[in-house]
């Protein structure tokens, strides 16, 4: 079993700038691949990055914005946010699965989120 925490959300304006981190317990992170999606109020899931071991995968709307990274000593995943709009808005979260992919059923784990609000 995997236990997934993320942190790192809050209140932003527009053009701000967060960095989320997702923290690992009960199994290294080091052979999953993880992924960060978000749901905003009223609106489907979506996928916003993953990461295998190096590769990388956005979604339109994080390319260019958002970086994915992982700290495999430190259990730890990130999503860096830049130039955030409000549109961002949402809850994000991180999952972990066997193989990097844009599809949340394809994810085994999954953390409880945190809250990204973007003022405009």
């Known amino acids: 079993q995997v236990q997934l925490v993320e942190s790192g959300g809050g209140l932003v304006q527009a053009g701000g700038s967060l960095r989320l981190s997702c923290a690992a317990s009960?199994?290294?992170?080091?052979?999953?691949?993880m992924g960060w999606f978000r749901q905003a109020p009223g609106k489907e899931r979506e996928f916003v990055a993953a990461?295998?071991?190096?590769?990388?995968y956005y979604a339109d709307s994080a390319k260019g914005r958002f970086t994915i990274s992982r700290d495999n000593a430190k259990n730890t995943v990130y999503l860096q946010m830049n130039s955030l709009k409000p549109e961002d808005t949402a809850i994000y979260s991180c999952?972990?699965?066997?193989?990097?992919?844009?599809?949340?059923?394809?994810?085994?784990?999954w953390g409880q989120g945190t809250q990204v609000t973007v003022s405009s």
């Open positions: 999952a972990a699965g066997v193989q990097a992919s844009t599809r949340a059923y394809d994810y085994n784990y």
């Open positions: 990461i295998a071991q190096t590769l990388t």
């Open positions: 009960g199994r290294t992170l080091r052979s999953y691949a």
